[in-house]
């Protein structure tokens, strides 16, 4: 299994056997990663595939010092149920997505 940050496509890749199998989209402005959807094969849901791949991509974000906008519903509750990455989400922004204010 492989993770790939498809820039051109402005989206995170999973593959397996050269199949894609999930996808993150998003887009980028200066300083800023707005998450916009995630979606997994049907074949290849509830594996944790996506849950890595975002994982991944949290950790990019946090490399390259962006803020994070979870308007996908599944980055929102990864970040709430990894509390390390809640401080990639702006406070002012969070309860937008019901995220903890402190």
């Known amino acids: 299994m492989t993770i790939v940050d498809d820039k051109e496509q402005s989206r995170y890749e999973t593959?397996?056997?050269?199949?894609?199998?999930?996808?993150?989209?998003?887009v980028k402005q200066p300083g800023i990663v707005?998450?916009?959807h995630t979606e997994t094969v049907d074949a290849h849901k509830?594996?944790?595939?996506?849950?890595?791949?975002?994982?991944?991509?949290?950790?990019?974000?946090r490399d390259e010092s962006l803020?994070?906008?979870p308007f996908c519903?599944?980055?929102?509750?990864?970040?709430?149920?990894?509390p390390e990455f809640l401080d990639l989400v702006p406070v002012?922004?969070?309860a937008e997505f019901g995220l903890p204010t402190e």
Do not use: C, K, P
């Open 15 to 26: 593959n397996l056997d050269g199949e894609t199998i999930a996808v993150a989209d998003y």
């Open 34 to 36: 707005s998450f916009t």
């Open 46 to 61: 509830g594996q944790g595939h996506a849950g890595r791949m975002i994982d991944r991509a949290l950790h990019d974000a």
């Open 67 to 69: 803020e994070v906008i």
């Open 73 to 82: 519903w599944f980055v929102a509750q990864y970040i709430a149920d990894h």
């Open 92 to 94: 002012d922004r969070r």
